[in-house]
């Protein structure tokens, strides 16, 4: 049995790309995928479903949000609760607020998937100061967290995912263990932590700095100290305004959080709870509705056609501040692109769709600093309930899916299960590059996976063997190449595996 999968870009496009060497490509790069909407905020039967198809696709991480104000909902509601209430003790939130969090870390082990939790404001009315009267509803709940309350909460979700944590709600269960974290979630966002300025000055990277190193301390106390943390989770774009609202660019905010001159904005803090200890930065690559190979006009942005700028700034910060470890690697931990249809104001073309995450994929695969990419989302958000239908605000929601939201699989849906581009490489040859992503990270002894290039002729489905089979030796299933190009026509990868039929990945769809 094979399963063959066909990718064509328009030449002007791929003759930019250039394939790298096997010692400067990330090859061993993790795929993630984050769809809160399904993972998190629905019933049981549809976490599961979801979380199946993930595993079929390929992927090997979901990124989760645990929002502190989802977990500490009615946590004060009573006297008797907060007479009990203590901020560091899970057991004394409302049981039913983790049971989201703890079926969904059960599911991934039965299916072989890895959980990264995202903790992060915005918070309870009571973590957070009070916002000046005037602003919206979503900056008011962004309001100056407080950090030692964020750090409190981060203690209980640390405690309750240590993996020796007993669960009271479901059969005493022991809850498993979470090891891989980041703190915050796009802090030079408003709509995450505000203010971002006042008068003036910036004031999100040292809220963000403190956040961070008193979450971390918590993480170490409570058994985390080795995992996986990230931190960062910084969106691409920023402003050149400066009030309590606008977003500052990744540039910009890493500048500021890293204190690269004495006596900035409490810089203190590095003096008192020592560098920045993580395995990494996380960032959202985005690039919105044009190109992953097209940069953003804005200095301070980074999307996937400059992402090397990242790791460059922090190793720079690195060698002037010692507040954070020179050589980091990046993880990709939100990317996508939505689509028209549905959404006709924000979204592109289906099939262009599937072309610029592959291109993306494409691109962090070529970055040796890049560690994981992470596709956002896997099905489509339904429209917002009582918006005028076919109004932008009708369509606000994110449409980034594989999956239409009635579960029909868009293009893009299979070119994440087989990734494959085509670029020029000289009079009568081209380049390749895939992965098989679908295919088990580690195969079983005496089991190998083969891809051959087929061509057709212009007009004809003809396909023909190009060359001999490219034996796929990397573990995460990423195969390159040059094979003769006869002209003309297209090219496909088919995969020919060596496995028994029985164990293959049913087709997506």
């Known amino acids: 049995m094979s399963r063959p999968a066909r990718f064509a870009l328009p030449a002007l496009l791929l003759c930019a790309l250039l394939l790298p060497s096997a010692a400067t490509a990330s090859d061993q790069q993790v795929s993630m995928m984050m769809d809160d909407d399904h993972l998190v905020y629905r019933d049981d039967a549809t976490r599961d479903r979801t979380m199946q198809r993930m595993k079929q696709l390929g992927v090997d991480y979901v990124r989760v949000t645990v929002l502190w104000s989802v977990v500490a909902e009615r946590a004060k509601a009573t006297k008797k609760r907060r007479r009990k209430f203590d901020p560091r003790k899970p057991s004394t939130y409302p049981i039913r607020n983790w049971d989201r969090y703890d079926r969904l870390v059960r599911t991934a082990r039965s299916l072989g998937l890895g959980v990264y939790f995202n903790v992060t404001p915005p918070g309870p009315p009571w973590g957070r100061h009070r916002a000046p009267k005037g602003l919206r509803d979503v900056i008011k709940r962004a309001w100056k967290p407080r950090a030692g309350e964020f750090a409190k909460f981060v203690e209980a979700v640390g405690r ?105 904005y409490r810089c203190n803090l590095f003096q008192k709870y020592g560098p920045i200890r993580a395995t990494g930065l996380a960032h959202h690559p985005y690039t919105k509705n044009v190109s992953p190979l097209t940069r953003h006009s804005h200095p301070d942005s980074i999307t996937m056609a400059n992402a090397s700028d990242l790791t460059e700034l922090i190793d720079v910060l690195a060698t002037r501040t010692k507040n954070v470890p020179r050589g980091l690697p990046a993880y990709m931990t939100e990317f996508g692109f939505e689509t028209n249809p549905p959404d006709p104001f924000s979204g592109v073309a289906l099939e262009r769709q599937a072309e610029w995450n592959q291109l993306g994929d494409f691109l962090a695969f070529t ?36 999956y239409f939201n009635d579960d029909t699989p868009k293009p893009s849906a299979n070119a994440y299960y087989f990734p494959f581009l085509v670029s020029p490489a000289g009079p009568g040859r081209a380049s390749i590059w895939g992965q098989l992503r679908f295919r088990p990270n580690a195969l079983p002894p005496g089991a190998q996976d083969a891809v051959q290039i087929q061509h057709a002729a212009p007009g004809t489905q003809d396909w023909r063997d190009v060359g001999p089979p490219i034996v796929v030796t990397n573990a995460m299933g990423f195969f390159t190449g040059t094979v003769e190009h006869p002209g003309g026509g297209q090219l496909r990868a088919v995969w020919n595996p060596t496995l028994p039929v029985a164990s293959l990945p049913q087709p997506v769809g």
């Open 160 to 264: 309750r995912f240590s993996g020796r944590y007993r669960d009271e709600n479901d059969n005493g269960q022991t809850i498993p263990r979470v090891s891989f974290w980041s703190l915050l979630n796009e802090p030079g966002q408003a709509g995450w932590l505000a203010p971002q300025y006042q008068r003036g000055q910036m004031r999100s990277p040292a809220m963000a700095r403190e956040l961070f190193l008193r979450g971390r301390a918590a993480l170490d106390r409570t058994g985390h100290g080795r995992d996986v943390i990230l931190f960062g989770e910084t969106s691409p774009f920023g402003s050149s305004n400066r009030n309590s609202t606008s977003p500052i660019g990744p540039k910009r905010f890493y500048r500021a959080f890293l204190c690269p001159s004495r006596g900035g």
């Open 367 to 402: 970055n040796p600093r890049i560690a994981s990419q992470t596709q956002f989302l896997l099905r489509d958000v339904a429209p917002v309930a009582g918006a005028r239908r076919g109004t932008k605000p009708y369509w606000f929601t994110y449409q980034s899916g594989l």
